[in-house]
């Protein structure tokens, strides 16, 4: 029997959360059933090795420039018309584009496209361009209630269309102990402090480091031997560290870049905390959440359902560092409370998103419209 062609569709695949879940899916959709080949714009970093190394080939189209970049189209049709694929499944808006767009023109059976952002802040011609885009798809790919909301409410797409499938991480190994010490060490923290920890890339307007930087200045009154660990780079760094010596918090402050494995550095936080303006999942809750962190987060898009407000989290308002500051001393002052949402929210991580579930779900959406149009 000829293998089912699935193409997947993204903009740089680097080391995000959306290229990750595509290695979850190369890694572990039947090869017996399925041939798998990623189209992107740009490969960077070592995610794009080990999807090749898992059997998928990429291919890079070049820079996607702007929306109506007709030779990155014509790149992904010529890519389309080599591969023959049966699925085409796009992710990012670029990636829901070039999808779209190529699947079409391709005469793709199955064009799926995959809404991984939050979308709240998209202005009316964004979403009146993107209705347009997805118009083209035959189905569509929510991560969580708050896009499938915006899909099927804001844009109007079919809800009969749409399918909701969280993301789902496989849960990693707890690092040796005498390496976690010895980083520890490294990063000058001692068993006395207190740990408050992000993951994310240093982007302010979406993540909002600077709000954990006033959520620190005001746990540091109550808990003097707090401290703030950041794991991720980006374009703000410059800014926040200059915030940083702003405040007079330089020794409460650690940055340590981006980590293609940030694993170790879970093992060293005591709370895990995202300040996010909006987040339409949040992969870095549950990474944190497979590490039995308890979480502070903020209540917007889909944090809410990933965490359980009350049992794995305490959540405050966007924009709201001293909310924040509150639920994070609530948590200081009861080491029972810590530990019975840092266990709850390790069984949640496992029960609700595993890798194992995401790429079961993605499969059975796969075949469901491969044999809706006759094609198994």
């Not at 070592?46 to 990429?58: D, E, K, M």
């Not at 240093?202 to 031997?225: F, I």
């Not at 060293?268 to 300040?275: G, K, Q, S």
Request: aromatic content about 8%; overall charge neutral; glycine content about 8%.
């Amino acid at each position: 029997m000829r293998k089912i062609r699935v193409l997947h569709c993204l903009e740089t695949v680097g080391s995000g959360g959306v290229e990750q879940r595509r290695l979850s899916l190369v890694k572990n959709l039947d090869c017996d059933y399925y041939e798998q080949h990623l189209l992107c714009t740009q490969a960077i970093g070592g995610v794009p090795q080990l999807i090749i190394n898992a059997g998928c080939s990429i291919t890079e189209v070049g820079v996607h420039r702007h929306v109506f970049d007709l030779k990155s189209y014509a790149n992904a049709l010529r890519v389309v018309k080599d591969f023959k694929p049966d699925v085409i499944h796009g992710a990012v808006f670029e990636g829901v584009s070039m999808a779209s767009i190529a699947g079409r023109f391709g005469g793709v059976p199955i064009i799926i496209g995959e809404e991984t952002s939050d979308p709240q802040n998209r202005s009316w011609k964004g979403s009146l361009l993107y209705r347009a885009i997805i118009s083209l798809s035959h189905h569509m790919v929510a991560v969580s209630p708050a896009v499938e909301r915006y899909l099927t409410n804001q844009i109007h797409y079919p809800a009969s269309r749409v399918s909701m499938i969280p993301n789902g991480v496989a849960q990693k190994a707890k690092p040796d102990e005498l390496h976690v010490n010895q980083l520890r060490y490294k990063l000058g923290l001692t068993d006395a402090d207190f740990v408050i920890g992000t993951v994310g890339r240093l982007l302010d307007h979406h993540k909002r480091v600077s709000d954990l930087l006033v959520c620190l200045s005001h746990v540091c009154k109550s808990v003097p031997n707090a401290k703030l660990l950041v794991v991720g780079a980006g374009p703000d760094e410059g800014m926040l560290r200059a915030l940083v010596n702003e405040m007079k918090l330089n020794d409460k402050v650690i940055f340590v870049g981006y980590q293609a494995d940030p694993q170790p550095y879970y093992s060293l936080m005591d709370i895990f905390a995202l300040a996010s303006a909006y987040e339409a999942f949040g992969l870095v809750l549950v990474e944190a959440m497979f590490n039995q962190l308890p979480v502070v987060a903020t209540r917007t898009g889909g944090i809410p359902k990933v965490v359980l407000e009350g049992e794995t989290a305490l959540l405050s308002s966007t924009y709201d560092p001293e909310g924040m500051a509150v639920n994070i001393n609530k948590l200081y002052q009861s080491p029972e409370l810590m530990k019975s949402f840092g266990d709850k929210a390790l069984a949640r991580a496992r029960m609700e998103f595993s890798e194992d579930r995401y790429v079961s779900d993605v499969d059975a959406l796969y075949r469901r419209l491969l044999s809706e149009r006759g094609l198994i």
